[in-house]
């Protein structure tokens, strides 16, 4: 890295009121395309095929997904060893209840986000599937399913009581599942009052304040301009996530700042158009999906194999490595902005941030 660009993005990050924590990370040096192979393996699309994932796959790391529930029974959560994987499910629709009811996510959207996190199609023997490979970002992390809302993410403005009651009960519990990263791929319109985005952005900062990443999707009304994110990705403590397409282009619905307050937002992009993951209907069913949703759980996962890596990082911690080792697509590398924020998050350059500084000796 050449000196200049060195000292420049420690400027910025002194002279952010949005970063609080510092730390020196060589800037990607080349970007990673994203790409979709036919034996869907997501780690694929963040640069981290091997060996340059170092092993890392999410063990003994449990990631919340609040979302829509989860069909257990799927073959990559473990088929009906799920108790494997989904480690807690919790219905906040129906008072807390913690057996998945038949009926537990009748739109597949907590199913799919949960599988492009922790999908382990490793040891599936169905014959006649040519997904055998099916893996998420995090194969061996734990889920902690919490369904807060029923049908869409689009706007949850009337589960907000129901978000609130789940983030309360899972600061309290968070340490009986090793919760360490929350995922949360949904949101309220922009267009919605001051108070109401106020309010779930203040219950984001109060999950990270117990030392939870928080993760949340950026949302999709980017066509209309910006000023477009969601609550609470707009919460300044959220790790926010844009959407690209396989090119690495922005994809035009996803959401841009400044939020409400004139936050910089979105923090960070990744895949989110046409993205294959798990689905109701079948042990063996499988679909796409598109939106901030999808790209939503790429970060929750690699969150996820940070946290493998090092596991006494911070929740702003691992905000701002996986934020300062992204790579824009667009405009100045080195300046954060409301539309790619950070830039695409780069799975390898993460990681390796972590690594110890090489030693070079002379003779």
């Not at 036919?38 to 919340?64: C, K, M, R």
């Not at 490793?122 to 194969?139: E, H, K, Q, V």
């Not at 959407?243 to 700042?257: C, I, L, P, Q, R």
């Amino acid at each position: 890295m050449k000196k200049s660009h060195y000292c420049f993005l420690i400027l910025l990050v002194i002279l952010s009121p949005l970063v609080v924590y510092l730390i020196s990370v060589d800037l990607p040096k080349s970007y990673n395309k994203l790409k979709l192979s036919a034996d869907f393996n997501a780690q694929s699309y963040l640069g981290l095929e091997d060996p340059l994932n170092e092993g890392l796959t999410g063990n003994n790391i449990t990631v919340a997904v609040l979302d829509t529930g989860i069909y257990e029974t799927h073959s990559v959560f473990g088929g009906l060893n799920w108790e494997d994987k989904i480690i807690g499910y919790y219905d906040w629709e129906i008072n807390g209840t913690t057996t998945p009811p038949e009926d537990v996510d009748p739109n597949s959207h907590g199913t799919i986000v949960s599988s492009i996190i922790a999908g382990d199609g490793s040891t599936r023997d169905d014959p006649f599937s040519p997904l055998d490979d099916y893996s998420g970002i995090a194969p061996n992390s734990n889920l902690l399913s919490m369904k807060v809302f029923y049908d869409s993410a689009e706007d949850i403005t009337s589960d907000v009581g129901t978000l609130e009651n789940a983030i309360e009960w899972l600061k309290y519990n968070k340490d009986n599942y090793s919760v360490r990263v929350a995922s949360m791929s949904l949101g309220v319109s922009y267009k919605s009052s001051e108070n109401i985005k106020r309010y779930l952005d203040n219950l984001i900062d109060s999950l990270v304040d117990n030392n939870i990443l928080t993760v949340v999707a950026a949302g999709n009304d980017g066509e209309f301009g910006l000023g477009t994110i969601e609550s609470p990705a707009s919460a300044e403590s959220a790790l926010s996530v844009g959407a690209v397409d396989n090119n690495g282009e922005m994809a035009t619905f996803s959401a841009k700042g400044p939020t409400y307050d004139n936050i910089i937002k979105p923090d960070v992009c990744a895949p989110g158009v046409g993205i294959k993951g798990a689905i109701k209907g079948g042990t063996y069913s499988y679909g796409f999906i598109s939106g901030t949703s999808a790209s939503t759980p790429f970060v929750s996962g690699l969150a996820a194999l940070l946290l493998e890596k090092k596991n006494n990082l911070t929740a702003l911690e691992l905000k701002n490595i996986i934020s300062l080792t992204s790579y824009r697509t667009i405009g100045p590398r080195t300046i954060k902005d409301n539309i790619q924020g950070w830039g695409v998050v780069q799975g390898y350059a993460a990681i390796d941030a972590l690594n110890p500084p090489t030693e070079i000796t002379t003779n």
